[in-house]
């Protein structure tokens, strides 16, 4: 039976696919005691890199929204990799780092962070609910526009 989780992400008609093997010499996600750390998750959907380039210049905030709220669903995935597939375990989002490839003179990082933060809160309730940082980056790995990572609790 599909749990409370599963159930909210099917009414959102989000399809969780197998989280990305990482790419380079780390893993995707660390479990230390009750709380698991995610690798930044990047626009990886399908096996294909999205939204591509720097907000502010090749992209809308709007287009930084979705890119984050991909980045938040590749999370979601690796949670329930992390939870043995159940991700009722998640007890809470602690914290979301977002990095948004922008130029020199963009300024809102946070409402581009705010596809993340408003998936987790979407999907687990008060629950979702976390601190973060918002921040600017220069360049992002393959010219990505959004990285998030995130620290969760689990039971």
Do not use: W
Request: charged residues 25%; aromatic residues 4%.
């Amino acid at each position: 039976m599909a749990g409370k989780i599963d159930a909210k992400l099917k009414e959102l008609g989000i399809d969780l696919k197998e989280p990305a093997a990482p790419v380079a010499n780390y893993v995707g996600y660390v479990i230390s005691g009750n709380l698991v750390f995610v690798s930044g998750q990047v626009t990886l959907e399908d096996g294909q890199l999205k939204y591509l380039g720097k907000v502010g210049a090749d992209l809308s905030v709007e287009d930084g929204q979705k890119a984050a709220r991909l980045c938040a669903i590749n999370i979601v995935a690796q949670l329930k990799a992390a939870c043995g597939g159940d991700l009722d375990r998640v007890k809470r989002i602690v914290r979301l780092g977002g990095f948004v490839n922008s130029t020199p003179d963009f300024t809102q990082q946070p409402e581009v962070v705010n596809g993340a933060s408003d998936l987790m809160v979407e999907v687990f309730g008060d629950a979702g609910r976390h601190c973060r940082a918002a921040v600017s980056a220069g360049a992002l790995p393959r010219n990505v526009a959004v990285e998030v990572d995130c620290i969760a609790e689990i039971g």
